[in-house]
């Protein structure tokens, strides 16, 4: 990492470009201290999942939270069965879904795949999703303390909220992939590095693996990386025109190698992901395109913080919680860019940062307070169907402001460590006859008092600004258990090799949550219809879910109603028709919301049920 990134003195900076044995040997007693406080922070996080943990899911993302649950067993169930993890059709039966283009998680659900099958899929989710804020948060703290900070409790503090600030733990609400940013420090320190002299072939190679085994972690915060070192690249061409000119010939040689081997190790899963089977080109009515952060949302307390209120989400909650960083907090990160940013390289780049990112947040309309102003946004002159830009989320862009902000918190506070680190003594000057050596003396003693003051008072605010924001155990909701029908396999009789299981209601983005989750605590042992994914419609755009049947349709609007509408005999037709699309074997209702209107349904439209252990049971093997 270039030298002149760190914002002390050159002195300063010559110890984090190539620091002497000595500060390479510090105690390692630090560094466990700061990943053991980590890992307590993603127990707390998560602590509400573990009182029950095989029967709650997230109260706020109960869906994604079983998606991901689902996600496990398919890594486990590809890996037993020496499957393809690219694509299944263990859901949405027969036409199935393109992992690819779908967030699949496969760098953590294949090599996770023995303990998915020891554990199960529930124990499993919520060991990594703390896990992953953990170890985000750890490798965070190692490149900030070897590379950018000398002070472990300033890359102590960086690391904690790069790990756990309000808009990472927002996502931990069932949505894992975007916690699981433990491999994004390390890609931007290796950027940082590829000017480094003689050392082109390392640094590439290191750098093209890293994004190699990110593309199949989360694309999309990949490419909001790619976008910052972008951005913090030129901001430094910029500033330091000469020293980039010297470096320019290795960072091009590493970065071209790095690229071509994450592309070598990448083409075909990428050539799947838009060209494979259920691939798709955008999504429907660019729906992401509108979801820009609220102006207020950057001095609101998140919901779930200490601080946090959940009522103020319902005003400006309209997205995302991104940002929320609390008016402390952005108090202290402007005065932080204003006393940094004329002494340091990496504050002017971080202001880059924060700039030019809050602003691309911000969507196609400013929001205030939850309502639309009459300004435009960025977002307002980017067409929707701009290739990569399609898919993206402008409120998604503040999260490098986040990581600006974690950054810029570690910085502040190794200045203050600096600046309490005690001065080279100057030479005893000599006193004259009357005693103006003493009041010499007394001035550098009241200076450093002052000094001393002024620190404690800027260690003070850092921490006023950062315990509002320590994270609250993330609220969960109790979900009915799976029938003993499907989990002691009493289903095995009804369900031969290439036939499927169609449980009511069929799994959704909407309706069928319960039901999703049939299929993942069973390990995926039979195929289902429906499911919660994101696949092509007939004009080839990305829409959620499968495309509603004649059955699902009427399934879901009586669900919606509470009343069994008049059944004709043209619903009957369509019922057999849909059942021998989906290739049923037995139909399956438990025990559920809206159990006995659908029970009334299911039986106008396919006659009288069967009572099997604890569900209802329609065999339609000898009608379709």
């Known amino acids: 990492m270039d030298p002149s990134l760190n914002p002390s003195s050159v002195e300063a900076d010559a110890v984090v470009a190539d620091p002497p044995r000595r500060a390479r040997r510090r105690p390692a007693r630090a560094d466990l201290l700061a990943i053991g406080a980590y890992v307590l922070l993603g127990v707390l996080v998560c602590l509400n999942y573990w009182g029950d943990v095989e029967h709650r899911v997230s109260s706020h993302l109960p869906t994604d939270h079983s998606w991901f649950e689902w996600l496990f067993a398919h890594g486990a169930y ?117 000017g480094e002299p003689g050392r082109w072939r390392r640094n590439g190679l290191a750098l ?23 951005v913090v690249v030129v901001a430094y061409v910029v500033q330091r025109p000469r020293a980039a000119r010297e470096r320019a010939g290795s960072f091009l040689a590493a970065l071209g190698l790095g690229g071509g081997l994450a592309l070598l190790l990448t083409a075909y899963p990428i050539w799947f992901q838009f060209n494979g089977p259920q691939s798709y080109r955008g999504l429907q009515g660019g729906v992401f395109h509108n979801w820009g952060e609220d102006l207020v949302a950057f001095v609101t307390f998140a919901r779930d913080t200490i601080a946090g209120d959940e009522a103020v989400e319902k005003t400006i909650g309209l997205t995302e919680q991104n940002t929320w960083f609390g008016w402390p907090l952005v108090l202290v ?39 639309e102003t009459d300004v435009d946004g960025p977002w307002a002159y980017i067409p929707d169907d701009l290739p990569l830009v399609e898919m993206m989320m402008p409120t998604r862009l503040s999260l490098i402001v986040v990581a600006a902000v974690g950054v810029l918190l570690a910085l502040a506070w190794d200045t203050l460590a600096g600046a309490g680190r005690p001065p ?11 005693g103006r050596a003493d009041e010499a003396d007394a001035r550098p003693d009241r200076a450093a008092s002052r000094r001393r003051v002024l620190r404690l008072a800027g260690y003070a605010a850092i921490v006023a600004a950062l315990v509002p924001l320590i994270p609250r155990p993330l609220p969960a909701q109790d979900i009915d258990p799976p029938p003993r029908f499907i989990t002691a396999g ?84 369509q019922a057999v028709d849909d059942l021998r699309f989906w290739r049923a074997s037995v139909v399956v209702l438990g025990s559920g919301p809206r159990e006995a209107v659908l029970r009334d349904l299911m039986a106008e439209l396919l006659g009288p049920p069967q009572r099997v252990d604890d569900v209802w049971l329609w065999d339609v093997r000898d009608r379709v």
């Open 490 to 573: 009493g289903w095995r009789p009804y369900v031969p090799e290439g036939r499927t299981l169609v449980p009511v209601p069929i799994p959704s983005n909407v309706h069928g949550l319960h039901t999703l989750r049939w299929s993942a605590l069973t390990g995926h042992e039979f195929p289902i219809p429906g499911g919660y994914f994101i696949g092509p419609n007939e004009r080839g755009e990305g829409v959620f879910g499968a495309p509603n049947r004649p059955t699902s349709t009427l399934i879901y609007s009586t669900m919606d109603k509470n009343v069994v509408p008049e059944i004709t005999e043209e619903n009957r037709r």
């Open 208 to 230: 093209g693996l890293l994004v190699a085994y990110q593309v199949f972690i989360n694309e999309e915060m990949l490419l909001l990386t790619a976008l910052a070192c972008l």
């Open 78 to 194: 590809s890996v037993q069965h020496l499957e393809n993890p690219l694509f299944t059709t263990r859901q949405n039966a027969p036409d199935g879904v393109n992992m690819m283009a779908n967030t699949s998680l496969l760098g953590v659900t294949l090599p996770l795949a023995p303990l998915t099958l020891l554990l199960g899929p529930q124990v499993m989710y919520a060991l990594y999703l703390g896990a992953a804020l953990s170890a985000t948060a750890a490798t965070s703290y190692w490149v900030l303390s070897r590379h950018l900070v000398r002070s472990r409790a300033a890359a102590f503090a960086g690391g904690a909220f790069l790990g756990f600030a309000p808009g990472i733990v927002h996502h931990a609400n069932g949505q894992p992939n975007f916690v699981s940013n433990f491999l994004l420090p390390l890609i931007v320190a290796r950027v940082l590095r590829l």
């Open 424 to 434: 080279v003594p100057a030479p005893r000057a000599a006193a004259d006859d009357t």
């Open 333 to 371: 990160a402007l005065g932080a860019l204003v006393l940094l940013v004329r002494r340091s390289v990496a504050a002017r780049i971080l202001a880059v940062l924060v700039v030019v990112f809050t602003i691309a947040s911000i969507g196609p309309v400013v929001r205030f307070n939850g309502a």
